[in-house]
């Protein structure tokens, strides 16, 4: 498992904050994901239907979650596939090792998946001689810079395009290094040449799943690059690696939630692949795997079940709630300490490693309440983290620690940058929503707000903070 | 071992022990009966509308669409395709059995193999199977008549997509897909793979910038056969196709 810094957030925060390769990559960032989103959602009228029938169809399923589990595993035999039931991580990890070794595996190609990061299937891999290769294009360049992702979906998060060049130059040594990078386009086909090799190369191929099927016994990836079918489709053995709360009834039921995922991700009405998995090559088939696993992961999960914290269980991660949230905008990543960083890695983090580690993760909020807003599945997040601090404190920690937590919480509120960026993200997000409108006759999470008055839309230019900046920007050059 | 301690654990939550027999028939009937969602308005169109529905969604997600009026027509646009984007006249072709009477020969400089793809293809023919107008997607189920790679390892896939297999809604192609497919592997309608592709493919890893062609193909071409009579823009049988701005809006107000 990835080593947890989490104890050291107010630290890791202070330090990113004061980085400023960081800042430039999250000012960089910024925003585009949230103008996307919103158009995204402006566009089909209704989404909040959708989210509303997505919430309830993730609850019916966490309600029923042992029959929909058992329905799928029977489906997955009769297509022909195997599924390994994981406890634990290292029952997760060793599973996913005897497969490969069974396979005769020396290298491995890896689609992105957020679950292998959490049970650190790659250096169990390395550390018994196989070689994992990972081949989303984000991935690929954290591999090689031997770090670990910043964000859910985009795990290249913190970095801008120079880092990319100056790692790509550093570690393709085989490729002439004057070579020029004109554009982001020329570093995406370096990264293209070089994975080609491996994907044909590769013995076994290992992929994540955003959703598993019981009606049909499917595992489903959603991506942009196309990575993940590749790494799917050429070796000879492939291993999906999914928690127990992937698991949806129906297509029909996939369908709402895919009609909810990409637009809440990055924006786009759907991904370029989203692909459905059934089991291993079939007769008369000229491709894909010979073998098919499913490495079924619980790894805490079902604790969750009959708590407080079972309706994070209805997480698609989607990533809206660290796209729009003030403190993952000011600090990255990285500074949450471990796997799931942002609103919903506050909550769920302490499920999984204990809250012991991680107690001031529910404080690393501002309780704007954005994050809850923009779920597609309509996770109360803010609740959740009260509730942790609750419990925090019928487990009577001692003064010291309660004044740390308390401190983190101010401390998060007397940073302007904090504020300053979530005053503009919403005024952007706001601006979009109302566009040509002039004023707002209901706001979602303001309706007692709007009920009896109108919110103007805000004047384009942002800010007043921000257009005085530009403007002495304006005036320097 | 593990699998009963992850179900005991879960019933333990949810304070009760495996489900009675009545609720787990309600359960099973839920899943044979697969009840429909909401599904989105925006499709729902009279038979032109989706079809150019459909045309616009391709092209707003930097994919092409060149219309054409019969499979005999292929050839020929594919050869002005290929040669217009200053690409080989090779290609690897879907051993489909819709291709059968496609007469190639009125082209002889196109060559093809009919097989899965390798890594030195530079473009691939592919057999669509179902268009869905809703996000200009298409459906690409696989077996022996459309391997999975065409979609993959070409540098360019053009997927030849008859107008009369195009839907409104995802679910209007799985039932589709529930009354014609039959996988004898696991008696259901499932083949091993299905694709749904929108565009070619993409990256926004670095700065969050989108660029075109990650590791699938960088061009998405399709060749639409109007084969459907009540699919056709209504006055005129070959008008010049509705056109999107590729990252811009499908439609106006979209
Ligand atoms: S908590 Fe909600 S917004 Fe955040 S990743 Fe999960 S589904 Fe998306």
Redesign the interface.
């Known amino acids: 498992m990835v080593a947890i810094t989490s104890p050291a957030f107010k630290e890791n925060a202070a330090r990113a904050l004061a980085d400023p390769g960081l800042q430039k990559a999250l000012g960089t960032a910024k925003g585009a994901f949230l103008q996307r989103r919103a158009q995204a959602v402006a566009n089909l009228p209704e989404f909040e239907q959708l989210r509303n029938i997505g919430r309830d169809i993730k609850n019916h399923t966490l309600a029923n979650l042992d029959f929909y589990l058992e329905a799928y595993e029977s489906k997955v035999k009769a297509a022909g596939g195997q599924v390994h039931w994981c406890s634990t991580a290292d029952d997760a990890r060793a599973a996913v090792l005897e497969i490969c070794r069974k396979a005769g595996a020396r290298t491995v190609t890896k689609g992105k998946s957020m679950i292998s990061e959490e049970l650190g299937i790659n250096a169990h891999l390395e550390a018994h001689g196989i070689r994992p290769v990972e081949t989303d294009l984000g991935e690929y360049i954290l591999q090689l810079r031997q770090e670990h992702p910043s964000h859910i979906i985009a795990p290249a998060f913190h970095l801008n395009r120079e880092d990319w060049e100056a790692d790509f130059r550093r570690l393709h040594t085989d490729l002439p290094p004057d070579r020029v990078f004109h554009e982001r386009r020329d570093i995406l086909a370096e990264a293209r040449t070089k994975l080609r090799e491996k994907f044909l190369a590769a013995d076994v191929g290992i992929t994540g799943a955003n959703f598993l099927i019981a009606e049909t016994g499917s595992s489903v990836i959603v991506t942009n690059e196309g990575n993940g079918d590749l790494t799917q489709t050429l070796p000879r053995v492939h291993i999906a690696l999914a928690s127990i709360e992937k698991v949806v009834p129906t297509l029909e039921d996939a369908c709402n939630m895919l009609r909810l995922l990409a637009r809440s991700a990055t924006g786009q009405d759907f991904s370029v692949y989203t692909t459905f998995s059934t089991g291993a090559r079939r007769e008369g088939d000229l491709d894909g795997p010979d073998e098919y696993h499913v490495v079924l992961v619980d790894n805490g999960r079902s604790n969750m079940i009959g708590t407080e914290f079972q309706e994070m269980l209805r997480c698609i991660r989607c990533a809206a709630c660290m796209n729009h949230c003030p403190v993952y905008g000011a600090v990255g990543g990285h500074a949450y300490g471990w796997v799931y960083p942002g609103p919903m890695g506050s909550v769920l983090t302490p499920s999984l490693v204990g809250i012991e580690k991680t107690g001031l993760l529910p404080n690393a909020s501002t309780f704007c309440g954005r994050c809850e807003s923009v779920c597609p599945v309509k996770i109360p997040l803010p609740g959740m983290m009260r509730h942790w601090r609750e419990r925090e404190f019928e487990r009577h920690l001692t003064p010291a620690a309660q004044r740390t937590n308390i401190g983190l919480w101010a401390w998060f509120a007397r940073r302007p940058t904090v504020y300053r960026w979530a005053t503009r993200a919403a005024i952007g997000a706001l601006g979009l929503l109302g566009r040509g409108k002039g004023a707002f006759h209901s706001l979602p999470l303001a309706g007692g707000w709007t009920k009896g008055r109108d919110l103007p839309v805000p004047e384009p230019g942002g800010t007043f903070m921000a257009r005085y900046a530009k403007a002495r920007r304006g005036q320097r050059v | 071992m593990?699998?009963d301690?992850?179900?005991g654990?879960?019933?333990?939550?949810?304070?009760r022990g495996?489900?009675p027999a009545d609720?787990?028939a309600m359960?099973?009937g839920?899943?044979a009966s697969?009840?429909?969602?909401?599904i989105?308005?925006?499709s729902r169109l009279p038979r032109p509308d989706q079809v150019a529905l459909f045309v616009r969604?391709v092209e707003k997600?930097f994919g092409t669409v060149e219309r054409v009026p019969d499979l005999a027509a292929v050839p020929a646009a594919l050869a002005e395709y290929l040669a217009a984007q200053n690409l080989p006249s090779r290609f690897v072709l879907a051993?489909n059995p819709d291709f059968e009477g496609i007469p190639w020969t009125d082209r002889p400089l196109l060559t093809f193999e009919r097989?899965?793809?390798q890594?030195s293809d530079q473009v691939s023919l592919q057999h669509g199977w179902a268009g869905i107008a809703?996000?200009g997607?298409l459906m690409l189920p696989?077996?022996?008549g459309r391997?999975?790679?065409l979609?993959?390892?070409a540098e360019t896939e053009v997927v030849v997509l008859r107008a009369s297999t195009i839907v409104g809604?995802?679910?209007e192609a799985?039932d589709r897909l529930r009354a014609e497919s039959h996988?004898?592997?696991?008696?259901?309608?499932?083949?091993?793979?299905?694709?749904?592709?929108?565009?070619?493919?993409?990256?926004?890893?670095?700065?969050?910038?989108l660029?075109l062609?990650?590791?699938?193909?960088r061009r998405l071409h399709v060749i639409l056969v109007d084969d459907d009579a009540a699919a056709l823009p209504p006055g005129d049988a070959t008008p010049p196709p509705p056109v999107a701005v590729p990252g811009g809006?499908a439609a106006p107000g979209?």
Do not use: C
């Open positions: 593990s699998k301690a992850i179900l654990a879960i019933r333990r939550g949810l304070k495996p489900l609720q787990q359960l099973a839920r899943l697969h009840p429909r969602h909401l989105p308005a925006r969604n997600e051993p097989r899965r793809a890594a809703e996000t997607t696989s077996g022996p391997p999975t790679t979609n993959l390892l809604a995802y679910e799985w996988d004898v592997r696991s008696g259901g309608f499932m083949p091993r793979n299905i694709m749904f592709v929108t565009g070619p493919s993409r990256s926004a890893d670095i700065e969050q910038t660029e062609g990650a590791h699938g193909p809006p979209d």
